[in-house]
């Protein structure tokens, strides 16, 4: 594999500056040729001239957070990464390479998470080239490749974990985001080694499931936070039940028997389990008669 290695040059404007006067000369004494007759000297002018105009072409500008890899008939020369204006061979070809970072989203990708489910999937990938040779040299086309290996991270990732956890220990896609992220840019950043490309930032920005269940499942959480919610009213309920139970025995107000404690419990918990207001009914006997 290739790596990189920095070869920046020499500084350009004194060499732009250095062509420019050997140019402004060789036209001087070419003039001066023609005038006085002097053959030598027209081939002279001629050569300094050609020298001076082949000599610009190795003038070239790199800006920041901008690289230039150099090649000499397809051999890698090195790359150029200080900014300003240099100078290298002319006869070395010069290709651009952005250091800046970037980023882009992946399309909808639609997968079946771990429980089989179909889902929609999409996220957000910010990367930057840190290697130019790796990134011209090691693949064909580096910026479709962080494309495709990116999407293809993100659809093994959601083959691994469940849409909603079962259980509150299981890692899940909707309530585990930073970690499911986490994993995601790390698994993009092991695919993209080798193509000299550095992975700052992975995030999902859509998820959800698929049109066809996608009803179906907000019946499903609809109901599963019903039941939770039920449980837990019950739950508060029998707590207060035996609490009033607890105060009236301590206190003496009344004196229940098994039969009128299970008639209290039951009505007890009709009012504070109910959905709707109590009606109240006026009982014109006893329990009993």
């Not at 500008?61 to 690289?67: F, H, T």
């Not at 002319?90 to 992946?106: C, G, I």
């Not at 009505?267 to 329990?287: E, F, K, T």
Request: glycine content about 8%.
């Amino acid at each position: 594999m290739i790596r990189e290695k920095e070869f920046n040059g020499r500084p350009g404007l004194g060499m732009f500056l250095l062509f420019v006067l050997l140019l402004l000369g060789s036209i001087a004494g070419l003039i001066l040729a023609i005038r006085g007759g002097q053959g030598w000297l027209v081939l002279v002018s001629v050569l300094a001239m050609l020298a001076s105009l082949i000599g610009m072409c190795g003038v070239f500008i790199v800006n920041p957070n901008e690289a230039k890899v150099l090649q000499f008939f397809g051999d890698y020369v090195g790359t150029a990464r200080v900014d300003g204006l240099r100078w290298a061979n002319p006869l070395y070809s010069k290709r651009k390479v952005s250091a800046r970072t970037r980023n882009f989203e992946t399309g909808k990708l639609k997968v079946n998470d771990r429980s089989g489910n179909p889902i929609e999937i999409a996220a957000v990938v910010v990367w930057r080239v840190v290697d130019t040779a790796e990134a011209l040299f090691n693949v064909d086309d580096y910026i479709n490749f962080v494309h495709v290996q990116s999407e293809s991270a993100l659809r093994n990732l959601a083959t691994h974990y469940a849409y909603v956890a079962d259980s509150e220990m299981e890692m899940a896609l909707s309530s585990h985001t930073a970690e499911i992220s986490g994993g995601l840019a790390k698994e993009i950043q092991e695919r993209l080694e080798q193509a000299g490309v550095s992975v700052t930032e992975a995030r999902i920005s859509h998820l959800a499931y698929s049109p066809e269940i996608a009803a179906a499942m907000l019946q499903r959480q609809q109901a599963s936070a019903v039941v939770a919610a039920r449980a837990k009213i019950v739950e508060g309920a029998v707590g207060m039940v035996e609490h009033a139970l607890e105060m009236l025995s301590a206190r003496k107000v009344v004196v229940l028997d098994d039969e009128r404690k299970a008639a209290m419990v039951s009505n007890l918990l009709v009012v504070l389990c109910g959905d709707r207001h109590p009606q109240p009914v006026i009982n014109a006997g006893s329990l009993y008669h």
